[in-house]
């Protein structure tokens, strides 16, 4: 495990002693946890006996010394702790007026209120298999309870690689979770949701060295990543400099797809932007969008007819275009002739879906941007949990060297060399009707702006999600419209270009 490694390299690198890089820890959890919690509240500690329980025992001290109502369990019931657990145990048990439990046999559990914040300190990342017999009962018993439960660096129970339990009640459901350095990976998953809670990183200075030398095949997005992909713009810079896109989009009855997209595009930064509709979608689309150009299918009501796509620097395609067979000709036709960068959603996903033969014709390096039952239908199975959908993704698109945007409250964006990013904005007021449609104008933007597949991928799934979570404070997760995400894009570009003046 990379954390692992990379602990062990700072404790060695620094030098730091191993007790003080626990205190250090320790130190940043608690600062973290008194900052959000008022010190007339009671805190219970429920300390394990690994190091996870030794970071929750000096936890408590350092609430004790700050004038924290402190209450420690201690959980031995083999008489055996880890060598820095029993170092802060002793170091607690001299403290004046602590109220310490070491548990080895029963436990008489406490009267938990609504009121009280419980720190579960009892497992980390190195647990490997389901809790059982009294510490099963705990967690039960934790669960049971209404008081606050802040998780101390993980859950206790939850596999930090995302393995699912086949008792998934065997884990902590923690309303927090304040984790180090690094998310782990089963915070990204659906599926651990009702366990982590809300979560945020702690920095404890790990070795830079020893975080640049230690590979991991997925990566969580940070501000900074995104920072550096962005292009400045000249102050001479004309329209011709910033491309010129098609958007294959809209169908009868779904036109707000093709203006969300063509939207999304014009406020991303496109130099020109040609949307291809249906004719009865002509005048719709001019009136909605007046600063987009249309190209006008044969068909008056769905994509039947693919135009000249020679002048285009890139093009996406499927955002409400429909199930029809003569849209799946046309696709073909499309993937079949297409040298520009290529960009795959919605209703073109699931055309080929249903025409598995397609597959093969997409071009290399394009991007798809399903939903995950979009993907389980390209792929060609359903996914039993989060973790093997993401392998499946993985290996698509390795297999067809394609990028492949697997949308989501955490989306990963899966690189044909094997890598995945994990974005860190967006907000659940984003699950709304239209808002992948924003998505794929955003990034047929910036592939028409010369920005490479991969670095339109992240930088477009980071901007859809920052845009969303400007446009929440303005509003609610309730009533969050995907064109509020459209609105609020100009606000996000000028957030992240505001990294230079700080």
């Not at 109220?99 to 009121?115: N, T, Y």
């Not at 606050?148 to 206790?156: A, M, T, Y």
Request: proline share 4%; glycine share 8%.
């Amino acid at each position: 495990m990379q954390i692992k490694a990379i602990d062990a390299y700072t404790i060695s690198g620094e030098p730091i002693s191993s007790i003080d890089f626990m205190e250090r820890s320790a130190q940043q959890f608690a600062k973290k946890v008194m900052s959000c919690t008022n010190a007339n509240r009671k805190i219970y500690v429920f300390a394990g006996p690994g190091n996870n329980g030794g970071d929750a025992l000096a936890v408590s001290r350092i609430m004790l010394e700050n004038g924290y109502s402190v209450v420690v369990y201690l959980f031995n019931p083999k008489g055996k702790l880890s060598e820095n657990c029993s170092l802060n145990k002793d170091r607690l048990w001299r403290m004046e007026g602590v109220h310490f439990v070491e548990v080895r046999d029963s436990f008489d559990p406490p009267d938990l209120k609504k009121e009280d914040v419980v720190i579960d300190g009892l497992f980390g990342i190195g647990l490997s298999r389901p809790l059982a017999g009294g510490f099963l009962a705990v967690v039960h018993y934790l669960n049971q309870s209404s008081a606050h439960i802040i998780s101390l660096d993980i859950p206790s129970g939850l596999l930090a690689d995302g393995d699912l339990q086949a008792d998934d009640e065997a884990i902590i459901c923690a309303d927090k979770t304040f984790t180090f350095q690094f998310p782990k990976l089963s915070f990204f998953f659906p599926e651990s949701g009702r366990y982590v809670g809300d979560w945020d990183l702690l920095d404890i200075e790990l070795h830079t060295e020893a975080i640049e030398k230690e590979e991991s095949s997925f990566l969580a997005l940070s501000r900074v990543k995104i920072k550096s992909l962005l292009k400045k713009r000249g102050r001479f810079s004309h329209k011709g400099n910033f491309g010129h896109g098609l958007l294959i989009a809209g169908s009868k009855g779904m036109m707000g797809a093709a203006i969300l997209a063509s939207k999304a595009a014009m406020r991303s930064g496109i130099g020109l932007l040609t949307s291809h509709v249906p004719g009865m979608g002509d005048f719709i689309l001019q009136t909605s969008v007046p600063e987009v150009m249309t190209s006008i299918d044969a068909n008056a009501d769905f994509f039947t007819t693919l135009p000249d796509i020679a002048p285009y620097k890139a093009i996406a395609i499927g955002p409400g275009l429909g199930l029809q067979k003569d849209s799946a000709l046309a696709l073909e036709k499309l993937l079949s002739c297409s040298v520009a960068p290529l960009l795959i959603d919605a209703d073109a996903l699931n055309l080929i879906a249903k025409n598995p033969l397609l597959i093969d014709k997409i071009p290399k390096e394009s991007i798809l941007t399903p939903h995950p039952k979009e993907f389980d239908r390209l792929f060609g199975s359903a996914a039993s949990c989060s973790k093997e959908r993401l392998a499946n993704a993985l290996e698509f698109a390795a297999k067809t060297q394609t990028y492949l945007v697997l949308k989501g409250a955490y989306t990963a964006i899966c690189m044909p060399t094997g890598l995945c990013y994990f974005n860190t904005t967006g907000n659940a007021g984003m699950a709304t009707a239209g808002s992948g449609d924003c998505l794929t104008g955003i990034i047929l933007s910036l592939l028409a702006q010369s920005y490479s597949p991969a670095d339109a991928a992240l930088l477009g799934v980071y901007l859809h999600g920052l845009a969303g979570d400007i446009a929440l404070e303005e509003g609610s997760l309730e009533s969050l419209l995907a064109s509020d995400i459209v609105s609020s894009l100009g606000l996000a570009f000028a957030e992240l270009q505001a990294l230079d003046e700080n």
